[in-house]
């Protein structure tokens, strides 16, 4: 098994800001949507039903959180265009920027009663964004966003060496004072035990695993990690007010992650899980 990387280690010591990454394999493209997603109920209205994609949420430039959603309506509706042609549900990619609480349709794509894509419409302009109202549907589709993965509360169960060395050894009792410890991450604060955030910025990067390898000196299948590719999310502190040693994300399942953390892979168990359909019926609202 191959040493983390000096590099790597040489970053670790300064501490200015902490970067996780999280490996997760996922086409950002709404056209993608119909195949290996995994879709979670969050709005049961009269007319219609809207599910998240739990597997594309993404962090883009600008502290922009960018996630997929399906609208299925409860009675097909006509398609302006050729006659007699409907759709029975949208799929839709919105745009949500946090700190101001607005949002965007980046791209939308109707569908027919089987599935086919009858017409796709993409944003016209990046600067279209919506204040998200109070208690409209949209504020309801922005907070089922704060239940995915990274975010939420994880308890550190155990950790594992990449490559376990004398130094490593000696350093086991002070390992072991850290199983138990709570990562706790949300949209713009962070905490690693007693060590915290205000100020997170998050942004995917992404990297096959030999890039990975020559960034790191961290081969993917050394730790159990079989995928191609990863999706990382770099998360760094703004404020200057959290210095942790810089980690690294592994997403193994939906409620587990390994996080490199000062040359080993602590295991993170999610506390809090998703709880299924957690909006209740409303009004026809979008906003």
């Known amino acids: 098994m191959r040493k983390v990387s000096s590099w790597l280690l040489r970053i670790s ?55 997929g959603f399906r609208t299925i309506l409860s009675k097909p509706e006509k398609l302006e265009g050729p006659a007699g042609a409907k759709f029975q549900s949208r799929l839709e990619t919105i745009d949500f920027k946090a700190h101001e609480r607005r949002y965007r349709i980046w791209e939308t794509s109707l569908l027919d009663s089987k599935g086919q894509i009858l017409r796709t419409y993409a944003a016209t302009s990046t600067d279209d964004w919506r204040i998200i109202k109070v208690g409209g549907v949209m504020e309801r589709l922005f907070n089922a966003i704060r239940a995915l993965p990274p975010f939420g509360s994880w308890k550190v169960v155990e950790y594992r060496f990449a490559a376990r060395t004398d130094t490593e050894a000696q350093r086991s009792a002070e390992l072991e004072r850290l199983v138990g410890t709570r990562v706790r991450l949300q949209m713009d604060r962070g905490e690693v035990g007693a060590k915290v955030c205000n100020a997170l910025v998050y942004e995917d990067k992404r990297a096959t695993k030999d890039e990975l390898f020559r960034q790191l000196g961290i081969e993917l299948e050394s730790i159990g990690i079989t995928a191609d590719r990863a999706e990382m999310i770099n998360v760094r502190c703004d404020g200057n007010d959290w210095t942790p040693s810089q980690s690294l994300l592994l997403r193994v399942k939906q409620d587990e992650m390994l996080m ?16 299924g359909d957690i909006v209740p019926p409303l009004k026809r609202a979008r906003g």
């Open 13 to 67: 010591l300064c501490g200015a800001t902490s970067i996780f990454v999280l490996a997760c394999c996922f086409d950002s493209s709404i056209r993608a949507q119909q195949t290996n997603d995994k879709w979670q109920r969050v709005y049961t209205g009269e007319d219609s039903l809207i599910d998240i994609n739990v597997a594309n949420l993404r962090f883009e430039p600008g502290n922009i959180l960018r996630a």
């Open 260 to 275: 490199l953390w000062k040359g080993v892979f602590l295991v993170l168990k999610r506390e809090r899980q998703w709880t």
